[in-house]
């Protein structure tokens, strides 16, 4: 399984710079885990800076996978890895959905960087 962090999700969107980084996993559906969490996240963004039709788009395109609700164990095994690792509940919540669907995570997300089942990538910046 991948997860896809949602800074990938908004990056392949926008067909920005990494956006191929992200395609394999986004594209292979069959074996996408989605949290719910990423559809909030995802959906607030583009709702923010593109408006409701958009938003609406994006996350049908995020239910093409299995997407996993934030459960008591789940929430329980977050607080967890977040104080382990120092993580924002958000980033808590994605990396135990990940270990619990024994997934790996596709992300730019620094905070995910030296964590162990992570295809981190640091993202490229857009020339002036």
């Not at 788009?57 to 890895?81: H, K, N, R, V």
Request: charged share 20%; with cysteine.
């Amino acid at each position: 399984m991948n997860l896809v962090d949602s800074c990938g999700w908004l990056e392949y969107f926008a067909d920005g710079p990494d956006a191929a980084f992200f395609a394999p996993p986004l594209e292979h559906t069959a074996d996408l885990l989605v949290p719910s969490i990423c559809v909030l996240e995802v959906f607030k963004r583009v709702l923010t800076e593109r408006g409701e039709g958009p938003a609406l788009q994006a996350a049908a395109a995020m239910q093409q996978g299995l997407i996993a609700d934030l459960d008591l164990p789940t929430a329980l095994a977050a607080a967890g890895i977040g104080n382990s690792f120092g993580l924002p509940l958000a980033d808590s919540v994605i990396l135990a959905t990940a270990r619990r669907y024994k997934a790996v995570i596709w992300t730019q997300d620094s905070h995910f960087k030296n964590i162990q089942g992570v295809k981190y990538r640091e993202k490229t910046r857009k020339k002036k």
